[in-house]
């Protein structure tokens, strides 16, 4: 697996949370990493639990009901330009916040694997 410049999308403008999902799924779809329903799968384990980490960085990946979505084990990065999710709507839908004003949110895929993602 190799990190390339066309997975990483810096200066982002999210509008807020799934958003920011969306953009980072959008990047491992155009890139052949994932089908473009994998994002539904990242939206679902969202529902399951925050994959907020802290310090300003995310882990969105998806289900084990969405592997079958994976093409290529693959990570997409997306970096947001400070202040362009707003503070109201990061902190509606979780007591901690999800996405803070500059935020890191890197999506993973992985595929192969007999482990069930936790």
């Known amino acids: 697996m190799q990190l390339t410049t066309s997975l990483i999308r810096l200066g982002a403008t999210p509008r807020d949370k799934n958003e920011a999902i969306r953009q980072v799924a959008a990047l491992l779809a155009e890139n ?11 939206f679902a384990r969202e529902a399951q639990e925050n994959t907020y980490l802290g310090n300003g960085v995310a882990i969105p ?18 970096k947001a330009r400070a202040k362009s999710i ?17 935020y ?15």
């Open 32 to 42: 052949g990493k994932v089908a473009p329903e994998y994002v539904e799968g990242m």
């Open 61 to 78: 990946h998806g289900t084990p009901q969405s592997r079958h979505l994976i093409k290529e084990t693959a990570i997409a990065r997306g």
């Open 86 to 102: 707003g503070t109201a709507s990061r902190q509606a839908a979780s007591p901690k916040p999800c996405l803070p004003t500059a």
């Open 104 to 118: 890191s949110a890197t999506c993973t895929a992985t595929h192969g694997s007999k482990t069930p993602l936790p």
